[in-house]
């Protein structure tokens, strides 16, 4: 690489360029002043360069090396030479070599206290990070990072593109319509009264593609979505998302496989290929009480529901003769856990709504616990060989409803699978889960929510139990899971307006309503609209996972923070009144009232 101030970036002199004049440009990230000789690391994002000032130089030279601050933007001109021996650094790609200044310029002097060392082992709070993020990201990882990003959006379009699909931008600025979580609106000043909607996602849109013709369509999309923050969440975040027509669920797995293969070997040069593993959701809930169960490794949940139901024990007969399910798992070497061990167990069990967590104990032979005297040692045995517990392991019952039970016994799983060290580093299982119920009760509402969005196709053979029994139906719907995380949804979607109207009145949408909120889209579907199916993946997700990272904030440029907020911009802010009369928009005095109410009222 050559430019007018550079002639190569601080990553990439060796030793066949010793005796070159060369100019280099980059951040200071270090000066040490022996005495004699004044040494800087000069790095940019390619690397790091160690830049040797010797006191033959100009005195103004000198002055200048000494005087220059971390961070601080330099341009160096000098030769390259190759470092004395004992000297080199292997560590660095540059390590063998080293630049003898002739001259030194300041190009952007930084202030001489920062606010945040530049340091993946110093880390500043998440606060301070984030509000200098343009100096976070000068960060070896954080650059790393979004050096993987690039090359995961690289290897995507251009496998999408191989394959024939064509990169179409959907609007920004859309029809408001329930998607799940609250939409982001934009005022219109033309249109006094009317609001933009910012994009949960392109869904829409990509069907409306599918009916125009363009028959494989993606796009890496941001999409905006209100809803409250957590570590793998932002308001904004980036979806991979393909719509195909004249498609079943096979061609979409293939595809997405396909993007999932490529997305890792451009990143992290990992070879992940397919076919991933297949599973029912009925099947994942029943083993892994999860609908994005980790793979990684075993404890899986076992039933015992028909052991324990003539037992003694009065919480094990009541919850069996009401319908509810006995469900186990076994932690390995875990018998010797204490009561304050047991206990937390038990709260984590009771966040996902189980009223208790019981315990055995596997010792000697012997099974031991505080029920263990409500149930015969045969039953005991048996339970024990089901679950196949070893001397030392620790059994965990919860009896409770079939939801229930299995979600918390889930939970306890993946946390216990954490805690053990059950999970293998550098490992990455991928698995389909399918056949998902196409609705679910909501009891709060007292009515059905679809289960993922309102345009998946029923199965065929379902069709007939749409208005009769909807806990039945299923959706031709499917999710990917790696490591026991969601990273994306998909489905073939319903190419019939009667269909869709069908579905929409089963979770209480009238066609009024209907046609208020999704009128345009009906109509379209009454001008040839082909079986067409899609998925979205979560960009942000994969490649957090992909990179073992914690948060989604470490892949993304400039994130917010947990309360929404982006520190480096101090966003949201407020906006000058008179932007409120051309937005036809009059803000209540919120002045003095408490912050609920003030949220409530104003």
Request: one cysteine or more.
């Amino acid at each position: 690489m050559s430019y007018v101030l550079r002639t190569h970036t601080c990553g990439e002199l060796a030793a066949g360029n010793v005796g070159e004049t060369v100019a280099l440009c980059g951040w200071v990230q270090s000066v040490r002043d022996h005495g004699g000789l004044i040494f800087v690391d000069l790095r940019d994002r390619y690397g790091r360069t160690q830049v040797v000032v010797s006191p033959d130089l100009s005195e103004d030279i000198l002055e200048r090396a000494r005087s220059i601050h971390r961070e601080s933007a330099i341009r160096v001109e000098g030769i390259v030479s190759e470092r004395p021996e004992g000297t080199k650094n292997p560590s660095i790609s540059t390590g063998d070599v080293e630049v003898m200044a002739s001259n030194i310029e300041i190009i952007g002097d930084a202030a001489p206290v920062l606010p945040m060392e530049v340091s993946d082992e110093n880390l500043a709070n998440e606060e301070v990070r984030l509000r200098y993020r343009y100096i976070d990201l000068r960060r070896p990882s954080l650059q790393a990072n979004m050096m993987a990003r690039h090359r995961a959006a690289m290897a995507v379009r251009n496998y999408l593109s191989a394959q024939g699909f064509l990169e179409i931008q959907t609007p920004l600025l859309v029809r408001s319509t329930p998607e799940g979580a609250r939409d982001f609106v934009v005022p219109s000043r033309n249109f006094p009264g009317k609001f933009y909607a910012l994009p949960q996602s392109p869904q829409l849109y990509k069907q409306l593609l599918m009916i125009a013709g363009f028959d494989r369509y993606f796009q890496i999309a941001p999409c905006f979505r209100d809803e409250d923050q957590r570590a793998d969440r932002q308001l904004v975040h980036s979806q991979i998302d393909i719509e195909m027509s004249f498609c079943d669920e096979e061609d979409v797995f293939s595809v997405v496989e396909g993007i999932i293969s490529a997305a890792f070997k451009g990143a992290i040069g990992a070879d992940v290929k397919g076919p991933f593993l297949r599973m029912t959701y009925d099947e994942a809930m029943e083993r892994f009480g999860s609908d994005k169960p980790d793979m990684r490794f075993g404890m899986e949940l076992v039933d015992l529901t028909d052991l324990v139901a003539d037992s003694e024990f009065g919480i094990f007969k009541s919850v069996c003769a009401t319908g509810g399910r006995v469900r186990g798992i076994s932690a390995p070497g875990c018998a010797g856990f204490s009561r304050k061990q047991i206990d937390d167990l038990t709260e984590l069990a009771r966040i996902y709504r189980a009223k208790g967590l019981i315990t055995l104990k596997v010792e000697g032979g012997e099974i031991q616990g505080s029920v263990a005297k409500h149930i015969s040692s045969d039953t005991l045995g048996e339970i024990a060989s089901r679950l196949g517990s070893a001397d030392g392991d620790l059994i965990l019952i919860i009896a409770d409803t079939p939801e229930v039970s299995a979600t918390a016994l889930g939970h306890l799983r993946r946390y216990l699978g954490k805690e053990l060290g059950l999970i293998p580093k550098g490992d990455y299982k991928l698995l389909w889960v399918t056949d998902f119920p196409l609705f679910e009760w909501n009891p709060d509402d007292g009515r059905w929510d679809p289960m993922h969005h309102i345009f998946t196709m029923p199965r065929e053979g379902d069709l007939e139990l749409l208005e009769s029994d909807p806990a039945s139906v299923k959706g031709r719907q499917y999710d990917l899971v790696l490591n026991g995380t969601e990273l994306g949804s998909g489905s073939i979607r319903i190419n019939d307006p009667a269909i869709q109207k069908r579905v929409m009145n089963v979770i209480g949408v009238t066609p009024e309503e209907a046609e208020e909120k999704f009128g345009f889209l009906l109509r379209a579907y009454q001008y040839g609209g082909p079986i067409h199916g899609g998925f979205a993946i979560g960009f942000d997700r994969l490649l957090a996972v992909m990179l073992g990272l914690e948060s989604l904030r470490d892949v993304i440029a400039f994130p917010q923070n947990a309360a929404g907020v982006s520190l480096v911009d101090d966003c949201p802010n407020e906006i000058d009144p008179k932007q409120w009369k051309e937005l036809h928009l009059k803000l209540e005095d919120c002045a003095g009232k408490p912050d609920a109410e003030a949220r409530s009222d104003c």
